[in-house]
């Protein structure tokens, strides 16, 4: 997009704009107040600046029915004790950062933003509030640059297809600029984006009439961020630019858009006139009693955009499918209790995993396609701010065909290997405090057992695996803070080119350390523990200490205690942080700031700003956690299902809690994030089905070797069928030597001849458990593969919706190119050759469209000619 001097003419570009439009859920779930999600006295109200007017003089117009309000805020803290002494380097430190602050404000103004201060100060502090809002102008010129979608005003003789409210044939003549509606397909006038328009067509746009409310808050908010990302306020080349670097360094303490209003339900209640946004989720959505109740993921993707209405959307699809897993859990679980000597393996889970995500991928779909962000990582995502301004060079985009920052790939390559030699580093990490858990549990049980109380002697083995398990848990939760900093630090010094890459690249690095984190001590003791003991006479050994052994009953029911403490201890912490520490931090927040403004003698009732209000709640951490959470839970409930059934319940429990928790968090008890938009969940879907296929070999390789299924299935088939006997038949006898030895007969656990040299019944078991793996797989990944193929990723009615408005947008584009483009093709080179009146109204189509002439069979001769012509 091309750039004019004068805001006049940026306005007059404004019909290029496209917005998302609000009509995907028309049934409100309670009226709201007019301009609500628009702008309102307590958020964003953008105001009027005449063409070629002063930007001192648009800051100053408003509505004077409504004051002016910010659309973002800025806060820092100073510190004005009287008498306290900084050395040397503290001072250089705060000038510095006054410098870059006062910088960063003037480049804000020189970009068109109106700033405006507000201080609250006592006799030992002061803290400052810097509201920005954008003129009419800016917002104009820079929702071009985004490529916000904006709605197009209907001709009047133009009849409504009442399904989607898009009009059935396009209009007569050509308009000045086709953008999009809410789906990028959605009907005929979304396929084209006029590079150029030198027609003033803002009057095509609906409600631009009214400039303050033209903008949603969510679009105003975007803009301003994307301002604030770019500006600089040093050399950009040392990586000074961008309100992210300002808010690590210091220099700033909060950077956040305004919430629409207060959560709080008026004295009315809920029959009040006009409720905002905000009291509409916290009353239908972020409420405990609301458990049982559909999410209103419309609104929540009105007001927090599709990013965060994709994972609540998520959320609650998982948590509905774990209903039947859950039911099925709890009903193995009772008939084991009831069949103690019963062993049969099951296929749900991994079934269970499969169609999950397969109908996880229709809902993905629909929603993506009825929110208008089906095709947003391939043509709509545009280079990340911190990216474009350290960019070193520029390149064409071979799709929207504009210059854009570059970063060339075979640097990011090397430096994504760097990286990962830092993650195999890392896992390294992780591997040596799981061998010193290992030593931990050997030695606590060796000290324990050799207690004169008699009942801590018997229960050695248990107590030392359930104090080494919370030790783990300790070592994971401290582990993972330390590395979730050092891989966002890689991940920007990756250089990634979009938000959606960039996320997935720190997702990635952060799962892989988080998996072998979480996961490697129930790998352990699923698969490793008690398989390298040796036989007596011949223990083996590590660092001079025995191996560790399974109890008698096999290390199934250890698994299962492992992975109940792993599992719904961290939930309980996670749940308790949740709802504790936000609430403390609040409180220790609105007490340190009102105890402030008490004493500079102000009303802190009556006087409280919006500003003030949002700044007293605590910032947004975004979704990552919020993901890695439930994907770990999801590796739980899949990977180790087969050694405790009632995962699935613990789970289904706990995501009961997590949906109103979060909800909760994101209305009432956090600042406002910025929306983002989001075509789809990202790599933690590939996550996801990377777990879907391990928990397949998972549960595999626990029936068949940390189980008894295979072993009595052999003695029945062998020996017999009523199991007589099978107890020895399990055990061996210890190497005469070490009978003669001990002066005693000893009898333990294995497949072994008297030598201690394994028996050829060992050796068959092997072969049974080796081809029961492969069958296993084959079976659940065969039937996995024709589920796939039975439920299509895309819904029917989707796909039919699809291909009705591409036709009708070819039909439009085929119908209403008046200039007349003659097309000269040959086998060997294509000559476009545009005759047209006046060259900047050509448009180039697709021969598929048939409005071009296409001729062909033509010379190289008769081409060049024609071209001259």
Request: charged fraction near 20%.
């Amino acid at each position: 997009m091309t750039s004019e001097a004068s805001p006049g003419s940026r306005c007059a570009r404004s019909g290029m704009l496209r917005r998302r439009t609000q009509e995907e859920d028309s049934a409100a779930l309670i009226d709201m107040a007019p301009g609500a999600g628009k702008g309102d006295s307590y958020g964003s109200t953008a105001n009027t600046l005449e063409p070629g007017g002063h930007q001192a003089a648009a800051c100053r117009v408003g509505s004077p029915a409504k004051p002016r309000i910010a659309d973002f805020v800025l806060v820092w803290e100073e510190d004005l004790k009287p008498g306290q002494q900084q050395d040397n380097t503290t001072r250089d430190k705060t000038d510095m950062h006054g410098d870059w602050r006062e910088t960063f404000l003037d480049n804000l103004r020189a970009a068109g933003l109106c700033v405006d201060q507000r201080d609250v100060q006592d006799a030992d502090s002061a803290v400052h509030y810097v509201l920005l809002s954008a003129p009419w102008a800016v917002l104009c010129y820079y929702a071009e640059e985004l490529r916000l979608k904006l709605p197009l005003q209907e001709s009047e003789e133009q009849p409504r297809i009442p399904s989607r409210n898009c009009p059935t044939r396009p209009p007569t003549g050509r308009p000045a600029c086709w953008s999009g509606w809410a789906s990028p397909t959605s009907c005929w006038r979304t396929c084209l984006t006029c590079p150029r328009s030198t027609t003033p067509a803002s009057s095509k746009f609906l409600g631009s009439d009214n400039q303050d409310t033209f903008f949603s808050n969510t679009q105003r908010h975007q803009i301003l961020f994307e301002i604030l990302a770019k500006t600089p306020y040093g050399l950009e080349k040392k990586g000074l630019f961008g309100i992210d670097q300002l808010l690590s360094e210091g220099v700033f303490s909060a950077a956040f858009p305004l919430h629409d209003g207060p959560f709080m339900t008026p004295p009315e209640g809920l029959q009040a006139p006009g409720l905002n946004q905000r009291q509409v989720l916290s009353q239908h959505w972020a409420r405990w009693r609301k458990w049982n109740k559909y999410q209103p993921l419309d609104h929540v993707r009105r007001y927090f955009g599709e990013k965060v209405a994709l994972y609540f959307a998520w959320l609650g699809f998982y948590t509905g499918w774990l209903l039947p897993a859950a039911a099925v859990g709890t009903l193995v679980f009772l008939v084991g209790c009831s069949m103690l000597f019963s062993d049969t393996p099951t296929l749900f889970m991994a079934l269970w995993a499969v169609l999950f995500l397969e109908y996880w991928k229709r809902k993905s779909a629909t929603l993506a396609y009825r929110w208008g962000c089906s095709d947003y990582e391939d043509v709509e995502e545009r280079p990340r701010p911190q990216f474009a301004a350290s960019a070193p060079t520029m390149a064409l985009n071979p799709i929207t065909g504009e210059d854009e920052p570059y970063f060339p790939e075979r640097s990011r390559l090397h430096r994504v290997l760097a990286g990962s030699v830092v993650v195999v580093m890392m896992v390294a990490v992780v591997v040596m405090f799981l061998v010193s858990i290992i030593l931990y549990r050997a030695i606590m049980a060796i000290l324990v057992s050799k207690s004169d109380n008699t009942v801590l002697a018997a229960w050695a083995s248990r107590i030392a695996s359930l104090t080494g398990s919370v030790v783990n848990l300790i070592f994971i939760l401290i582990l993972s803070k330390i590395y979730v900093a050092l891989a966002h630090v890689l991940t920007r010094w990756e250089m990634h080119r979009t938000q959606t890459k960039f996320e997935d690249a720190f997702t990635l690095k952060v799962f892989i350390f988080q998996f072998v984190n979480f996961y490697s001590s129930p790998i352990y003791i699923a698969f490793f523990k008690g398989r390298f003991v040796g036989y007596p006479g011949n223990y083996h050994t590590l660092f001079g200490i025995r191996n560790e052994e399974c109890a008698a009953g096999g290390c199934l029911i250890e698994l299962a205690q492992e992975l109940l403490v792993i599992m719904v201890g961290k939930q309980i912490i996670n749940n308790v942080q949740e709802i504790l520490v936000p609430k403390l931090k609040g409180w220790w927040q609105k007490v340190r700031l009102r105890s402030r403004k008490r004493q500079a003698g102000a009303a802190v009732a009556a006087g409280r700003a919006p500003w003030e209000a949002d700044y007293e709640l605590l910032p947004c951490e975004g979704l990552f956690d919020e993901y890695l959470e439930m994907v770990l839970q999801f590796g739980f409930v899949t990977i180790f299902v087969a050694a405790c059934p009632l995962a699935p319940l613990f789970a289904l429990l706990n995501n009961w809690v997590e949906i109103r928790l979060d909800a909760r968090k994101f209305v009432s008890e956090s600042r406002r994030p910025v929306a983002e938009r989001a075509q789809d969940i990202g790599i933690w879907f590939h996550i996801l089905a990377g777990l879907k296929h391990l928990a397949v070999i998972s549960n595999a390789f626990l029936l068949a070797f940390s189980s008894d299924f295979l072993p009595r299935a052999y003695y029945q088939w062998s020996r017999a069928r009523d199991l007589r006997g099978f107890v020895n038949f399990t055990l061996a006898r210890a190497p005469p030597a070490f009978a003669a030895a001990h002066n005693r007969t000893c009898r333990y656990q294995a497949f072994r001849d008297d030598d201690g040299q394994y028996s050829r019944t060992y050796w068959n078991l092997l072969a049974i458990r080796l081809a029961f793996v492969i069958v296993f797989e084959h079976v659940v990944f065969s039937i996995g593969r024709v589920l796939d193929l039975l439920v299509p990723d895309i819904p029917e009615s989707v796909e039919i919706k699809v291909k009705r408005e591409y036709y009708l947008a070819k039909q439009a584009l085929a119908e209403n190119e008046a200039p007349q483009c003659i097309v000269v093709y040959s086998p060997l080179w294509v000559l476009l050759v545009v005759a047209c009146g006046t060259l900047p109204q050509c448009g180039l189509m697709s021969s598929a469209m048939s409005a071009p002439r296409i001729r062909t069979n033509e010379t190289p001769g008769r081409m060049q000619r024609s071209a001259r012509t």
